[in-house]
């Protein structure tokens, strides 16, 4: 197939399109820096906490629908071994929202926290804070690597361009303009690549759906005919890993920074709540396209295709059934249309990715640890050379791996069964310390490995109730494995910080051997200089009430002398 040059040329004014957008927002942003009274580092990555509400909805909605979501969900209803049924994605993100909405957003905005590692620093110290940074900076590069495996595969198939340019080219537009203007080019950016991926997503479904190679995807959602239906079924022995893979998604992503820095840029707590139920709808809404993309490559012919036999599912190319199908049961200009839908939902996942891992590393690492006096000016250079490092990092990774699956599955599941333990003590229990979140910790990540991943070639050493191999004969863990793990985890955080609590409270331990200086963060005194600097009214109150008892002192003293005479005499 030769190159699709008119395809090329769309592609090129998508890019500058979204190139100038975020020039634009880089010159608000450097305008409202002048205005606002925070500092630099603020307006960068939460632009300056005054997001404007129609520009939260779209920027929450389109970091979560991105590359991985539309291919992914695609991908796993044309499965043959999945179905409709598993392409979860879209209801457990409503879960995901609310639950933000209605109990995380509160704790995190009263405390006026930058990132979602602060309450670790604070509470915690910086070594282990650290610590529980390193996987959620992890998930963030798969998060980039997903995005771009997404659009590479895409532009493959359908521009004939180069898998290796196609990623290339997106990721240096992405990091460019990422540099420029932080959350607000990120933010206003996603605003036209929203509006991008609803309109090309919905005009591509009317052809897809009459193309003359597909038969009525009704007649093949429950029956038999080129494949196994595509709505899918899950099995009672596979109910246990429905349920995992559902409580995954809904709570994995409540452990991404990337959605605390929209929450925490919104102006109120009222408005980060209508941001989160908001795009929850929107969400749900940009789901449909996709599996219905799904539903008629499984109900094509593709014999009758210039695609030919064996299908893309045999030829091990059900990741790219998306670009596939538009490619062949699409005129050309309708699948020039569908890749702008591609690029777009990448584009706004890989931005968010990248000024997140980003605002990781130069609020809680750099300025909190290595350089507390750092500039303004400094931090901006900090936060752009983080974001060219994540970029490339995640670049990186596309060479490794073509499923979007698995780049989305991996990094969820650190996010799920290693971080969201940790976010929920910390937030909600006051128990919590130092000592239960490094043995949390270390039990989550050691369960994990231990337990496999089929995604990656790794063999389970621990064997749940019903792992078995899948149809593909690979070993696979069909009980709720990581929902296990995170609650085995959250209940080792609660017990080992309430047993160490005991022992040190009650000198069991000398205080010596409390690194994590738990006692001596309980103890009312260490508290009483910062109320003394947080009040300054009960400091004068105070400082009044000393004065008058020393003035009382001074009036009463001649008459105890007197009284004493007297006696002495006596």
Same mark, same amino acid.
């Given at each position: 197939?030769?190159?699709?040059? /008119?395809?090329?040329?769309?592609?090129?004014? =998508?890019y500058l399109l979204i190139l100038g957008t975020g020039i634009w927002a880089s010159m608000r942003s450097k305008r409202e820096e002048k205005k606002c009274s925070g500092d630099g580092m603020e307006i960068t990555l939460l632009a300056g906490r005054n997001i404007n509400l129609l520009v939260g909805i779209f920027t929450l909605?389109?970091?979560?629908?991105?590359?991985? =979501?539309?291919?992914?969900?695609?991908?796993?209803?044309? &499965? /043959?071994?999945?179905?409709?049924?598993?392409?979860?994605?879209?209801? /457990?993100?409503?879960? *995901?929202? =609310?639950?933000?909405?209605? +109990?995380?957003?509160? /704790?995190? #905005?009263?405390?006026?926290?930058?990132?979602?590692? %602060?309450?670790?620093?604070?509470?915690?110290?910086?070594?282990?804070?650290?610590?529980?940074? +390193?996987? !959620?900076?992890?998930?963030?590069?798969?998060?980039v690597a997903r995005t771009l495996v997404s659009l590479g595969g895409t532009m493959a198939v359908i521009l004939d361009l180069s898998y290796v340019y196609s990623i290339i080219v997106s990721s240096v537009v992405a990091i460019?303009?990422?540099?420029?203007?932080?959350?607000?080019?990120?933010?206003? *950016?996603?605003?036209?690549?929203?509006?991008? @991926?609803?309109i090309s997503l919905w005009v591509c479904v009317p052809f897809l759906l009459t193309n003359p190679h597909s038969v009525d995807i009704s007649l093949t959602a429950y029956n038999q005919t080129f494949q196994a239906p595509w709505v899918g079924t899950v099995e009672l022995d596979q109910a246990g890993k429905w349920f995992d893979d559902f409580m995954l998604l809904a709570l994995g992503g409540l452990?991404? $920074?990337?959605?605390?820095?929209? @929450?925490?840029?919104?102006?109120?707590?009222?408005?980060? $709540?209508?941001?989160?139920?908001?795009?929850?709808?929107?969400?749900?809404?940009?789901?449909?396209?996709?599996?219905?993309?799904?539903?008629?490559?499984?109900?094509?012919?593709?014999?009758?295709?210039?695609?030919?036999?064996?299908?893309?599912?045999?030829?091990?190319?059900?990741?790219?059934i998306l670009p596939i199908a538009l490619q062949f049961l699409t005129p050309p200009y309708v699948s020039i249309i569908g890749i702008g839908a591609v690029a777009a939902a990448v584009m706004s996942s890989m931005d968010s990715a990248l000024l997140s891992s980003?605002?990781? =590393?130069?609020?809680?690492?750099?300025? &909190? @640890?290595? #350089?507390? $006096? !750092?500039?303004? #000016?400094?931090? $901006?250079?900090?936060? #752009?050379?983080?974001?060219?490092?994540?970029?490339?990092?995640?670049?990186?990774?596309?060479?490794? %791996?073509?499923?979007?699956?698995?780049?989305?599955?991996?990094?969820?599941?650190?996010s799920y069964t290693i971080m969201f333990p940790q976010l929920v003590c910390i937030l909600f229990f006051k128990v919590s310390n130092g000592y239960g979140a490094t043995v949390g910790y270390l039990m989550g990540i050691v369960m994990r490995i231990l337990s496999g991943e089929p995604l990656i070639g790794l063999p389970p050493a621990i064997k749940f109730p019903g792992c078995r191999p899948d149809a593909e004969g690979k070993m696979t863990q069909y009980f709720p494995f990581r929902t296990a793990i995170m609650v085995i985890s959250l209940l080792s955080i609660l017990l080992f910080s309430w047993l160490t609590s005991i022992v040190f409270n009650k000198g069991l331990l000398s205080e010596k051997w409390d690194v994590f200086k738990i006692k001596r963060r309980q103890k009312p005194t260490a508290k009483a200089p910062d109320a003394h600097r947080a009040n300054p009214e009960d400091a004068s109150g105070a400082k009044q009430l000393l004065d008058t008892s020393s003035l009382r002192n001074v009036q009463e003293k001649p008459e105890r002398i007197w009284w004493m005479k007297v006696t002495s005499s006596s």
């Open positions: 197939m030769a190159l699709n040059v /008119p395809g090329l040329v769309v592609m090129a004014g =998508f909605t389109a970091t979560w629908v991105g590359g991985g =979501f539309i291919l992914g969900i695609a991908e796993a209803t044309y &499965n /043959p071994t999945l179905g409709a049924v598993w392409a979860l994605m879209p209801v /457990p993100y409503i879960v *995901t929202f =609310f639950l933000g909405g209605f +109990f995380f957003a509160k /704790p995190m #905005r009263e405390n006026k926290y930058v990132t979602m590692m %602060d309450p670790f620093q604070k509470k915690y110290g910086n070594v282990l804070a650290t610590a529980l940074i +390193f996987p !959620a900076l992890v998930a963030d590069v798969l998060w460019i303009y990422t540099l420029l203007g932080g959350l607000y080019s990120v933010a206003y *950016t996603d605003v036209i690549q929203l509006i991008l @991926i609803f452990a991404y $920074q990337a959605f605390y820095q929209r @929450i925490l840029s919104a102006s109120s707590y009222t408005q980060a $709540q209508v941001t989160c139920f908001a795009s929850s709808a929107f969400c749900l809404v940009l789901g449909i396209p996709s599996i219905l993309v799904g539903a008629v490559a499984a109900s094509t012919d593709w014999n009758s295709t210039s695609y030919g036999l064996p299908t893309p599912y045999e030829r091990d190319q059900a990741g790219s980003a605002s990781l =590393f130069s609020s809680n690492i750099y300025k &909190n @640890i290595f #350089r507390k $006096q !750092a500039s303004d #000016r400094e931090m $901006q250079w900090v936060i #752009r050379i983080s974001v060219v490092a994540v970029g490339v990092a995640g670049t990186a990774l596309t060479f490794l %791996d073509s499923s979007v699956l698995v780049f989305w599955l991996v990094g969820v599941d650190m």
